[in-house]
Structure formats: C-alpha cells, structure tokens
T-cell receptor, first 114, second 115 residues
Framework: DADVTQTPRNRITKTGKRIMLECSQT?????MYWYRQDPGLGLRLIYYSFDVKDINKGEISDGYSVSRQAQAKFSLSLESAIPNQTALYFC?????????????FGPGTRLTVT | KQEVTQIPAALSVPEGENLVLNCSFTDSAIYNLQWFRQDPGKGLTSLLLIQSSQREQTSGRLNASLDKSSGRSTLYIAASQPGDSATYLCAVNGAGGTSYGKLTFGQGTILTVHP
C-alpha cells in the first residue's frame, strides 16, 4: 500500500460547491503539506502543519481551509469552489525529527471546477 | 522570500545525447535540494536529494550537483533515452526565516528526447 494516499483521485464539481480533499499517511510523519500545481507551473504551497495543533498558511491560502484531524490525516477544503481552483493538488509529508526533512508526495488529486 | 528558477524551460535533444538541466535559488539557507520527475498529468517521482552539506548525488545515469554558496544546482543526464522525456522539477527545502521547513519549487524544464 502507498505510504501517502489522497482521495478522491479525480473530481469534477460545479462553481459554488463545497469540496474536501483528503490525505492520509502511514509513514508516522508529523509534518504534512498541501500544494497545488497549475499547468506548466511548479507546485505552490497552500497550507502546512508541523503537528496536530499547528496549522500555517502557505503562499496561496485564500479560498482554502484545512483540518488536521489526526497526525495521519490532513484535509483540504474549498468552501465555495471557483473555476480558477481547477488544478492538480498534492499532499506531502515529512519527518520533523529527521534532517534533511525530505518530503514524500501523494499521487495527486485532479480537481476540475466547471 | 526564496525563489527558484529553472533553465531552460524546455529542451529537445536526440537520443543518446548528454544533457544538463539548471536550477538556481536565491536564499542559500537550505536543508536540501530535490530533483523530481513528472510525467504529463501524473504525480512526482523523487530522483535525487542532495543535503546542504553534500556536493553531489548520483543514481544510475543521473548526477546532481549542488553549490549552495552560489545558489546553483545542475542535473546531468547521461546517454538520454526517449523514456527520459518528462518535466523535471527542482525544489529547495528552506532552513531559515519564512522558508523554514517548506519546499519552494521551480517551474520545471520540459525535456523531450526524440529517437
């Protein structure tokens, strides 16, 4: 089984709908991250969490919220989806006790907002 | 704020050629630098990770170097093959200030290797 899983893998939704993307990990890592990737661009950080009680905004957090339900679970929500949130979304994890803090990525969720 | 730039944006080469992809970053306070491969519409495959104290890493036909003081890394691919065609992403893991513990990605180099 994959160490970092994301559900759903693909989602099509309409403008204005609320949607949640979920990430789970079995690596035992304390740090988790959400990124988005637009066509032809690198990944940009949306939110990150260094432990269950720590949530931080990244570079592009507007229009998104997150929840760290447990050490192994980190969810990303779009409260009211808009078309320019159409993108590929990646979750990642890292071990905050293990320099050099390598990040491990999930397979991605392709989100289309119509 | 850390910024990462990859040059060239796209590269097309004949099979068998050796090639170099470049990555530069503005803040030398990093824990590591990673090179990833991404096939169209797919996830990321980690190729090489170079810790800040290292100068290079090798895996098969791939060799990545790091010059932290000048903010540069190169990914060398020997004897390129059509199967190497993909987007290659460089990312640095910040060690200080607002970049601490976060990956900053470049925009990638699209590599096409034609038979």
């Amino acid at each position: 089984d994959a160490d970092v899983t994301q559900t759903p893998r693909n989602r099509i939704t309409k403008t204005g709908k609320r949607i949640m993307l979920e990430c789970s990990q079995t690596k035992g890592h304390d740090r988790m991250y959400w990124y988005r990737q637009d066509p032809g661009l690198g990944l940009r950080l949306i939110y990150y969490s260094f432990d269950v009680k720590d949530i931080n905004k990244g570079e592009i957090s507007d229009g998104y919220s997150v929840s760290r339900q447990a050490q192994a679970k980190f969810s990303l929500s779009l409260e009211s989806a808009i078309p320019n949130q159409t993108a590929l979304y990646f979750c990642a994890t890292s071990d905050g006790m293990a320099i050099p803090y390598e990040q491990y990525f999930g397979p991605g969720t392709r989100l289309t907002v119509t | 704020k850390q910024e990462v730039t990859q040059i060239p944006a796209a590269l097309s080469v004949p099979e068998g050629e050796n090639l170099v992809l470049n990555c530069s970053f503005t803040d030398s306070a990093i824990y590591n630098l990673q090179w990833f491969r991404q096939d169209p519409g797919k996830g990321l495959t980690s190729l090489l990770l170079i810790q800040s104290s290292q100068r290079e890493q090798t895996s098969g036909r791939l060799n990545a170097s790091l010059d932290k003081s000048s903010g540069r890394s190169t990914l060398y691919i020997a004897a390129s093959q059509p199967g190497d065609s993909a987007t290659y992403l460089c990312a640095v893991n910040g060690a200080g200030g607002t970049s601490y513990g976060k990956l900053t990605f470049g925009q990638g180099t699209i590599l096409t290797v034609h038979p």
